[in-house]
């Protein structure tokens, strides 16, 4: 990716820069709720939000999907997972209700929320976990609050201490676990989204 500051007409602490980001910031925050975005496509706009350098490449970044994109709403997820002797992931997009409960017993349940669509602004996931445990995978910057204990088991929080974006939808995690653990950690993001702009950019204008 182009670094900003080896620019020095892109000055990121301009005032209209930075209102035109916390605009932008504040619009995606609308198109992520219930509009058919998962967390990745979520949080690949934000981190090109974050990293813009001007107010023509703020404009330049979409927030919503592509109405082809869109498509029809996912099918619905149960409130309750459950896994028993066999381990899951879930796969493709799915619905993150309000409420969502996760149960392994002697398995180890992966969930994989940068395909989640968040139903609201904020998610509570509840885990619970025996002889064995769940591991979650989650979009760097999407604001995640992890509590709860473990008996003969733990909790491992492995993602980079990054400061979530402005206005990410919050996904709160209570797990429980009996001789087993739940591990968190980074999903990489798909794609430099700023990037591909900038080159698209570069190559219209002939740089």
Do not use: C
């Amino acid at each position: 990716m182009n670094d900003a500051s080896t620019n020095p007409t892109n000055d990121v602490s301009q005032p209209a820069t930075e209102s035109a980001r916390e605009a932008a910031f504040n619009g995606l925050a609308e198109h992520v709720i219930g509009g058919g975005m998962t967390l990745d496509e979520y949080a690949e706009r934000a981190f090109a939000i974050q990293q813009a350098a001007t107010t023509d490449e703020l404009d330049a970044l979409p927030l919503g999907l592509p109405e082809e994109d869109t498509g029809a709403p996912a099918a619905r997820r149960p409130r309750w997972l459950i896994s028993v002797l066999s381990g899951r992931q879930s796969r493709g997009r799915w619905r993150l209700r309000e409420h969502l409960r996760v149960v392994a017993v002697f398995t180890v349940r992966t969930l994989d929320l940068g395909n989640a669509q968040p139903e609201a602004r904020e998610s509570l996931i509840t885990i619970v976990t025996a002889f064995g445990g769940a591991s979650i995978i989650a979009p760097q910057g999407v604001a995640i609050q992890l509590s709860g204990f473990a008996l003969f088991g733990g909790r491992n929080d492995k993602r980079a201490e990054l400061p979530p974006f402005s206005g990410s939808p919050l996904i709160r995690i209570r797990a429980f676990s009996l001789f087993g653990g739940v591990r968190l950690e980074d999903r990489v993001p798909r794609r430099d989204l700023l990037g591909l702009i900038r080159s698209r950019s570069s190559k219209s204008t002939g740089a």
